[in-house]
């Protein structure tokens, strides 16, 4: 009967000490419950595409360097456009919006960007008339968390929905 009684007692302190596991204590925040996924349809994501009128650098990441031209990617916005023909003073002259954009490549006049699940082709070699030649679908591992912080935690994600760009607090807080 003792042995039993020590086996609850550890049993118990186990639960109780997963189900608190879910706080970081290291970080100093509580995680979020009951996050709503707000989608993105592939039809829209694939028609999302779009040279805009420059923007300013919020969070730049990877840079490359075009003939006169720098490519700085916004991650999960899209890519900046510079004109580098003066390297002292390089000027920001457009945006492509690439949603769910986090890596990039240029080769040979393209700019191959990942959005979400898809990779695209991007015609470069005329940075006035920068276009979108090729798209292959769902190439990519889909991360349903890409552009939503550590501490949510979403309830269901419906994939058939679309891709997941953000959330809402439980009843739309």
């Known amino acids: 009967m003792n042995k039993y009684r020590v086996l609850m007692l550890l049993f118990g302190a186990w639960i109780g000490l997963s189900l608190n596991a879910c706080v970081c204590?290291?970080?100093g925040y509580t995680p979020v419950p009951d996050a709503k996924p707000i989608y993105l349809s592939y039809a829209d994501l694939r028609a999302s595409?779009?040279?805009?009128p420059a923007q300013p650098l919020l969070k730049p990441a990877k840079i490359y360097s075009y003939q006169n031209h720098l490519f700085i990617n916004e991650p999960n916005q899209g890519v900046h456009v510079f004109d580098n023909t003066d390297k002292t003073a390089p000027q920001n002259i457009g945006f492509i919006a690439i949603p769910g954009n986090v890596d990039i490549a240029i080769k040979g006049g393209f700019l191959y960007a990942d959005s979400?699940?898809?990779l695209v082709v991007i015609d470069i070699r005329d940075p006035a008339n920068i276009l979108e030649v090729g798209r292959q679908k769902a190439v990519f591992p889909y991360d349903a968390y890409q552009n939503v912080p550590q501490q949510v935690y979403l309830g269901w994600v419906d994939e058939s929905k679309g891709v997941v760009v953000g959330f809402n607090y439980g009843s739309g807080q």
């Not at 595409?49 to 805009?52: H, Q, S």
């Open 116 to 118: 979400y699940i898809d």
């Open 49 to 52: 595409v779009a040279v805009k």
């Open 25 to 27: 204590v290291d970080c």
